[in-house]
């Protein structure tokens, strides 16, 4: 990677901040449901790819007129939501992580201001909210996940007033900052209790970063809070070179773990958490546990309309090729990021990697009738802060197998200043201004790969 020019294409020399809202872009008048399209993008996480597929053909002579490319999405704003965990910390406002999506979406590009309710894969067609139905020749699904806040008894109502129930989550735009507030407060008035949940959820490295840093910030103050991280995850990380510095980590600070728990339910009135036993010669045992401080993660997993629709596999999920991101039975359709059935982590990161593969793929079989031949390799990155000024970064492939950046150079389960700058200054910059452009791609950062167009 070559760091000097990444800095210079994302940060110029004055370093001016990004405005709060992108009004000086163009910005494309929303679409009414109905026609159809070549190209149809389900979330506006799909914007990279659908930027790198417009690109390819626009740099080969032949490009798609506008309108070609529909993006659905029906939220008003769109948030770098890696950027909670410092909303969370107190190092950044969670306004500054937002953008109107209509402010992202290029000119050149349709908006259907919907979410979709369901699919129709059989007849090219996505079922928007209302009822009506658009067609399309070609499906991408970038639609994300759902949380499930009411899987946890009582944490939704918990999560309206943090400061009178002590509980909070990173993982909502509305209770980010709440936590930072939490933790602030906070002078060891009981627990503090961290959770993460069993199964699949995105960004997997976000709750035990968030007890690190809640644990510098403590300490920084002279404060001798007591704080334990539980999971209902067997150990600390997935991939076990990176889980086993995590864990040297979590004891040197002092925070105790429990492992293979999970939280279900939280009793905001008698400041009691209540966790099930996963494994071992207590399964199934129910324990509570008291909290001065609960920061909790709620379960995850694929959106109703996804789950319920023929593209889902059995966990319903987006069930595609793991290499080629096409989906196993309708040629046509692919998908990548969280609602995908990709075995890797679910990160903004993963995205990256996965873009150019699909890009590729995709523009091949609109051009030939055949598949292109990029293969997805399971790139993922999840950067761990722990404490202000060091951060872990884990970057890793399919099979838990280690695919580091600087890996030559440094040793990347180490924590250092230099990934901390790059993951707080620099890819939260990078995202608006390249990732969602279609102009970041994988560990090659700003570089794209051979089978791509290059830049000029």
């Known amino acids: 990677m070559h760091l000097i020019s990444i800095l210079t294409h994302i940060c110029p020399a004055k370093m001016v901040a990004l405005p709060k809202s992108i009004n000086s872009l163009t910005r494309l008048a929303s679409t009414s449901a109905g026609g159809k399209h070549k190209v149809v993008v389900i979330g506006a996480a799909g914007l990279s790819a659908a930027n790198q597929v417009y690109n390819a053909f626009k740099a080969q002579g032949k490009a798609l007129a506008d309108g070609d490319v529909a993006i659905v999405d029906a939220n008003k704003n769109h948030d770098y939501q890696p950027g909670w965990t410092l909303v969370g910390s107190g190092l950044a406002s969670k306004e500054s992580y937002r953008r109107p999506v209509s402010s992202l979406i290029g000119k050149q590009f349709a908006h259907i201001p919907q979410n979709a309710a369901g699919f129709e894969p059989g007849a090219n067609q996505v079922v928007l909210a209302d009822g009506s139905k658009i067609g399309y020749d070609y499906l991408i699904v970038g639609a994300g996940l759902q949380i499930n806040w009411d899987n946890i008894k009582g944490l939704s109502a918990a999560l309206a007033d943090p400061s009178k129930s002590k509980i909070s989550s990173i993982y909502s735009y509305e209770t980010a900052d709440k936590t930072w507030d939490l933790i602030r407060a906070f002078k060891g008035e009981g627990e503090a209790i961290f959770t993460q949940p069993f199964g699949v959820i995105k960004c997997a490295g976000a709750p035990q970063k968030i007890n690190y840093m809640a644990d510098y910030w403590w300490k920084s103050q002279n404060q001798k809070n007591h704080s334990t991280f539980i999971t209902g995850m067997p150990t600390m990380f997935s991939v076990p070179h990176y889980s086993k510095a995590l864990d040297a980590l979590r004891q040197e600070k002092g925070i105790d773990a429990l492992f293979n728990t999970n939280l279900v339910e939280v009793r905001p009135e008698s400041k009691t958490a209540v966790f099930e036993v996963l494994a071992g010669e207590e399964q199934g045992k129910k324990i ?10 709620p379960p995850m997993g694929p959106l109703k309309a996804i789950k319920e629709s023929p593209l889902a596999d059995s966990a319903g999920w987006v069930d595609v090729d793991q290499g080629t991101l096409q989906h196993k039975k309708y040629e046509n359709v692919f998908s990548l990021g969280d609602c995908s059935s990709l075995p890797t982590s679910k990160t903004a990161a993963a995205i990256t990697g996965q873009s150019p593969v699909l890009t590729h793929n995709l523009v091949t079989l609109m051009e030939t009738g055949k598949i292109g031949d990029a293969i997805y390799d399971g790139y993922t990155s ?50 608006f201004t390249k990732m969602l452009k279609g102009e970041w791609y994988g560990p090659r950062s700003i570089f794209p790969p051979q089978y791509l167009p290059q830049p000029q």
Not at 288 to 297: N, P, Q, R
Not at 398 to 404: N, P
């Open 288 to 297: 509570e546990k008291e909290f001065g401080l609960l920061h909790a993660v």
């Open 382 to 431: 999840c950067p761990l802060f722990t404490g202000r000024g060091s951060l872990l970064l884990a970057e890793f492939k399919y099979g838990a197998e280690r695919k580091e950046t600087f890996g030559k150079f440094v040793d990347q389960s180490v924590p250092n200043r230099l990934f901390y700058h790059l993951t707080k200054d620099v890819f939260p910059r990078a995202y």
